[in-house]
């Protein structure tokens, strides 16, 4: 096709950008379709091509699970399990993300409530939920979030929402206006990755946050963590008074490490302790009692 227009159309539209443009509608065309598909389910046999996943939150001065995060999943029928690192920017730039978002928001809240409900000892567990820039700046997001809460019967204390430094620092008076208003509702919000975005410590104390995500780069690197840099976060975190959720944790050494820094406040995620689990599979952790790996 490109060819009869002319050669130097040809060279501009190579072989190779024809075939992303077309990997890149498929994938536009195959989300729109596993949207459709998960969320007109009604046969309870057929399997939904999105889901959702839960990570377990460890809490320091108990050693046991504190929440979890939830994590979509895509299931795509030929291509296999999509990581939301590709669809979910994809999702972002094509508007989905809204509709997904509050998907995964009421999924999870209905979820952990019936957790709640059957482990009446675990009724404090949390449930924090990523907010994508544009879901956060939702005009009707709140509204969204208080019908979903009501609609799931969620204790709203328990609920987090994690957005990311970027996100907020780039809409500084509005971002602070919506933190501000999720919080009256007694949600907890957490920076996620902290430190790797649009970062301004000066202006943190400006923000309306309750904690912070500890991003996975930094706990994973060696000179970071020996360095001072995460214990400079951690400071500045106690300083004012915010939460810390360490990411990423995959080494024994790497937990040493954050306990000295963290004396027994604060939490941690990662695969040391799970990797993102199945419903069924929380059941059956909650079930033994235990909540805990190693
Ligand atoms: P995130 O919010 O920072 O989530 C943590 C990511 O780190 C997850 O990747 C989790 O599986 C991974 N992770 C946890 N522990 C470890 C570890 O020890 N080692 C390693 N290598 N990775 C670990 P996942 O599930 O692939 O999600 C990637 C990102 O996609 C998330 O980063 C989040 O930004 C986005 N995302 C996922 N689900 C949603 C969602 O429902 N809504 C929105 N808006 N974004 C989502
Ligand atoms: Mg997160
Ligand atoms: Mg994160
Ligand atoms: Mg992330």
Not at 4 to 22: A, E, T
Not at 31 to 46: K, M, N, V, Y
Not at 155 to 163: M, T
Request: charged share 20%; hydrophobic share 40%; with cysteine.
């Amino acid at each position: 096709r490109a060819k009869s227009l002319g050669k130097s159309c040809y060279q501009i539209f190579d072989v190779s950008m024809h075939d992303r443009i077309l990997d890149r509608l498929r994938m536009e065309n195959d989300l729109r379709r596993a949207i459709a598909q998960t969320f007109s389910l009604e046969d309870p046999q057929a399997v939904p091509e999105l889901r959702v996943v839960y990570q377990p939150i460890i809490s320091l001065e108990t050693s046991k699970v504190s929440g979890f995060e939830a994590l979509i999943r895509w299931q795509h029928p030929e291509l296999g399990p999509i990581s939301p690192a590709d669809f979910i920017p994809l999702a972002e730039e094509m508007g989905l993300i809204v509709p997904i978002g509050y998907w995964v928001l009421r999924q999870a809240c209905a979820q952990v409530h019936a957790w709640h409900e059957r482990f009446p000892s675990d009724r404090n567990l949390t449930l924090s939920v990523n907010l994508s820039p544009r879901q956060f700046l939702q005009a009707d997001l709140v509204e969204q979030i208080v019908k979903a809460i009501q609609e799931t019967q969620f204790s709203v204390a328990c609920l987090h929402l994690e957005i990311t430094e970027t996100t907020i620092f780039k809409n500084a008076t509005l971002g602070a206006d919506i933190l501000a208003n999720l919080r009256k509702l007694g949600i907890q919000v957490y920076i996620d990755d902290f430190g790797t975005g649009y970062s301004s410590l000066g202006y943190l104390h400006r923000f309306p946050v309750d904690g912070l995500k500890i991003d996975r780069s930094f706990v994973q690197d060696d000179d970071c963590l020996k360095s001072g840099i995460v214990q400079t976060i951690i400071t500045l975190a106690n300083q004012l008074k915010l939460s810390i959720v360490a990411e990423g944790v995959e080494t024994l050494p790497q937990l040493e490490s954050l306990r000295v820094m963290l004396h027994e406040s604060g939490q941690v995620q990662g695969y040391f302790f799970f990797k993102p689990l199945e419903a069924t599979e929380v059941e059956t952790l909650l079930g033994t009692g235990l909540k805990r790996q190693s």
